[in-house]
């Protein structure tokens, strides 16, 4: 479809990764009518959350069944270390031990929605496109916002895919939609939607970041002389997330875009063909070339 950026790791691809984030332990559930607690036994497997009565039943037909979907909704509450996990008219009320296993859980959930959404939108490619401008352009956000959940859908109330967007990150926006009077970006790399807007005050969230684009695929060396790692971040900025890889010294990569943002000096930032995200070309404080162009 047009708009759509080339040479990305494949939705199918990405989907079997989060997919294969599971988890497994004990939580408190209430009961729906009662408001009981019981200690159950979960285990979050390829797209399914099993309840069973006791850790011994796993793998065994004494349990009951969450299948998630793409509409499959995870929220925290005012309680401490308890969440919910609804879908369609089936919700869990949730306890964990400790704030840092309730986040686990979520993340983990979340990362399953995320991966349906990605085998939904390859199924589905992608009726959203009819809906709105195709675009190609870099935004940066508000530096004084909170960090802003990505969303499986352009909607307030979608699934969110376990990542988010960070104050001053710079990211590659593909589309801008429409829906229900509300605006959403579709991010480049497929993660997901962004609303341009705050819920609540109706804040722009954005805003435009110009520069020079080059959409032309190049083979560069990470300098060999460098000693450490580069971190690759999911946007063309110093303050965009980095994504947990790095490129390494002495070693050759292909790139498919080049963007330098207006008033950063000769910055260049280059996006790795594989899809994988965004280096910088030179060193941001002391301005030192970390990439040269292999002839």
């Not at 109330?157 to 710079?170: C, M, Q």
């Not at 959403?184 to 804040?203: E, K, S, T």
């Not at 947990?244 to 050759?252: A, K, Q, S, Y």
Request: charged share 25%; with cysteine; hydrophobic share 35%.
């Amino acid at each position: 479809a047009a708009g759509r950026a080339s040479a990305r790791v494949s939705a199918a691809d990405r989907s079997e990764v989060f997919l294969s984030i599971d988890m497994s332990g004990f939580l408190m559930k209430q009961s729906r009518y009662l408001g009981r607690w019981r200690k159950k036994y979960f285990v979050l497997d390829h797209g399914c959350l099993d309840m069973y009565e006791r850790k011994a039943d796993v793998n065994s037909k004494k349990f009951t069944r969450m299948e998630l979907k793409v509409n499959t909704v995870t929220s925290y509450t005012n309680m401490p270390n308890r969440f919910t996990v609804q879908t369609d008219n089936d919700e869990w009320v949730l306890t964990a031990k400790n704030a840092t296993e309730m986040s686990a859980w979520i993340r983990a959930i979340e990362s399953h929605v995320y991966a349906l959404y990605l085998e939904y939108t390859d199924e589905h490619l992608d009726e959203y496109w009819e809906m709105g401008s195709a675009i190609h352009e870099f935004y940066r956000m508000d530096s004084t916002s909170q960090p802003l959940a990505i969303r499986s859908e352009p909607s307030y109330d979608a699934s969110r895919t376990g990542e988010g967007i960070f104050p001053g990150e710079v990211l590659e926006m593909t589309q801008l939609v429409e829906v229900a009077g509300k605006h959403f970006f579709r991010l480049a790399d497929d993660r997901g939607w962004a609303a341009r807007d705050h819920p609540v005050n109706g804040h722009c969230l954005f805003e435009l970041v110009p520069g020079k684009v080059e959409e032309e695929y190049v083979n560069m060396r990470y300098l060999a002389s460098m000693v450490t790692p580069l971190g690759i971040r999911f946007g063309p900025a110093t303050d965009s997330i980095k994504t947990g890889e790095g490129i390494f010294p002495g070693e050759e990569y292909r790139f498919s875009m080049s963007f330098a943002p207006d008033g950063e000096d000769g910055q260049v930032y280059l996006r790795l063909a594989d899809g994988r995200g965004w280096v910088f070309q030179f060193h941001p404080k002391n301005g030192d070339q970390l990439l040269e162009k292999i002839w």
